[in-house]
C-alpha cells in the first residue's frame, strides 16, 4: 500500500514565509473585494443594532452641522476669511443652508439613502466654495471640515460615493495647498506639512473605516443566513419578523406564521443520498422564496424545516397559506415533494397584538403544533389555528 504524502516541506522556508508582510497582489485584492461588495442601506437602517440609535445618528450630524455654521460665522470676522460683499453674501447664504440642513437632522424624520447622498454633496460642494473664498492657509485648516462629509459617507454610503467624495477631497486639498505655498505669509514647508495633515485626516481615516466596516456588515449579514440555500436563519427572521409585525400591525394586517416540514425527509436521504436531500431543500426554498417574495420572509430552522412569517388581509392569508402545499409539489419532480403545514393566525385587531414579540413566539409554537397534528394525520396537509 502507498502512501501519497507529496514532496518535502523546507520547514525554514515555510516559517520564513510566515513573517514576511503582506504582498501588494493581496493588499489589491483586499481592495478590490471590497469595492465589489453590495452595499445595503436598508439593512444597516432596520439591523437591531442600530434601530435605537436613529435619534443619536441625527443628533451627531446635526451637531457637525452647526460646527459648519459656526466655523462659517467665525470666518466672517477673521482677517483670513472671505473678502468682499459678494464672497460675504455667498457664505451667508451658505451658512442660512446650514441651519436649515441642521434643524432637518435635529427635527426630521430619519433620512433616506437619497437624503444622505443630498447631504454628502451639499457638505462637499458648499465647503469647497466658501473655502476658495478664505486666504490660503485658512482655507487649508477648513478644508479639515471634510472629515464630516466623510463620516457620512462611511458609515450610510457605498463605496463609490465615498470614492468620489475621496477624490474630491484630494482635489480641494491640493488646490488650497498650492495656493498656501503661493501665498507668501506662510513658507512653503509649513503649507505642505498641512496639507498633508489634511489629506490624511480626510482620506486615511475614512477609507480605513470604510472597509472595516464594510467587512463588519458583510459577516453580520452572513450571520443571519443559511449557508445551504441563502434563507433567513433562525436569528435572521425573528429581526425580519419583529419588522414586518410592527408595519403589518400599522396597516391592520393579520399576522400569520407558518411552518413547512418536508414528508420523509429521513427516507429521501437514506435512499437517494444526502446530496439528493440538499437539493430537495434547495428546491423547496426558491419554491417558497418565489411564493412569498412580495408578502413576507422565509427562513430554513431545522434540517428539513421551514418558518414563513407574512402579513396580509385575513382572506389573503387564508389562500396563500392553503398554496404552500400546491406550490411545492410537482409531478415533474425526480423526488416528490409533499410537506406538512402549520399555520397560526394573529387577527387584527387583537388583544394579543400588545403582547409585542412575545406573540411572534406564541403564534410560532402554535404553527408548530398545526404542522406536527398534519403530520400525524399522514402528511401533505394543511394544519390552521386562528389566535
Not at 493588499?27 to 478590490?32: M, N, R
Not at 473585494?33 to 435619534?55: A, N
Not at 468682499?84 to 427635527?107: D, E, K, N, T, Y
Not at 415533494?337 to 394573529?346: K, R, Y
Request: aromatic share 10%.
Amino acid at each position: 500500500m502507498t502512501n501519497d504524502i507529496g514532496p518535502p516541506v523546507d520547514r525554514r522556508q515555510g516559517q520564513g514565509a510566515s513573517h514576511r508582510r503582506p504582498s501588494t497582489d493581496t493588499v489589491w485584492t483586499a481592495l478590490q473585494e471590497w469595492y465589489q461588495q453590495p452595499f445595503d442601506y436598508e439593512w444597516i437602517i432596520t439591523h437591531r443594532s442600530t434601530r435605537g440609535l436613529h435619534r443619536s445618528i441625527q443628533n451627531v450630524f446635526g451637531a457637525a452641522t452647526l460646527l459648519f455654521a459656526a466655523a462659517s460665522i467665525l470666518m466672517l470676522f477673521s482677517s483670513r476669511g472671505p473678502q468682499g460683499m459678494l464672497a460675504q453674501a455667498w457664505v451667508g447664504l451658505v451658512l442660512m443652508l446650514q441651519l436649515a440642513v441642521a434643524l432637518r437632522w435635529f427635527f426630521g424624520p430619519l433620512p433616506t439613502r437619497r437624503d444622505f447622498i443630498g447631504f454628502a454633496i451639499f457638505g462637499d460642494v458648499g465647503l469647497a466654495s466658501v473655502l476658495v473664498l478664505y486666504e490660503p492657509f485658512g482655507g487649508l485648516i477648513g478644508s479639515g471640515l471634510f472629515v464630516v462629509t466623510g463620516a457620512l459617507c462611511t458609515y450610510f454610503l457605498s463605496q463609490r460615493w465615498l470614492l468620489a467624495h475621496l477624490a474630491w477631497c484630494a482635489v480641494i486639498v491640493s488646490i488650497t495647498t498650492v495656493r498656501a505655498c503661493l501665498w507668501s505669509v506662510e513658507d512653503n514647508p509649513t503649507a505642505i506639512a498641512g496639507g498633508l495633515v489634511v489629506f490624511a485626516i480626510n482620506s486615511a481615516i475614512p477609507l480605513l473605516a470604510h472597509i472595516a466596516w464594510t467587512a463588519i456588515g458583510r459577516d453580520a449579514r452572513r450571520s443571519l443566513l443559511d449557508p445551504l440555500t441563502g434563507l433567513l436563519n433562525r436569528r435572521g427572521v425573528e429581526d425580519a419578523a419583529s419588522v414586518l409585525m410592527s408595519s403589518g400591525h400599522a396597516l391592520g394586517h393579520s399576522l400569520v406564521i407558518v411552518v413547512v416540514d418536508i414528508d420523509r425527509f429521513k427516507a429521501v436521504n437514506d435512499y437517494f443520498g444526502h446530496d439528493a436531500g440538499d437539493d430537495v431543500i434547495v428546491t423547496v426554498s426558491h419554491r417558497l422564496r418565489e411564493l412569498f417574495q412580495r408578502d413576507g420572509v422565509v427562513a430554513r430552522t431545522g434540517g428539513e424545516e421551514f418558518l414563513i412569517v407574512f402579513s396580509g388581509p385575513i382572506e389573503h392569508a387564508h389562500d396563500l397559506i392553503y398554496a404552500v402545499g400546491r406550490s411545492l409539489y410537482r409531478p415533474s419532480d425526480p423526488i416528490p415533494i409533499t410537506v406538512s403545514v402549520g399555520a397560526a393566525i394573529v387577527s387584527n385587531p387583537s388583544d394579543r397584538w400588545s403582547g409585542g414579540p412575545s406573540i411572534i413566539t406564541k403564534a410560532t409554537r402554535a404553527a408548530d403544533s398545526m404542522m406536527y397534528r398534519a403530520k400525524y394525520d399522514g402528511g401533505n396537509r394543511t394544519a390552521t389555528t386562528q389566535l
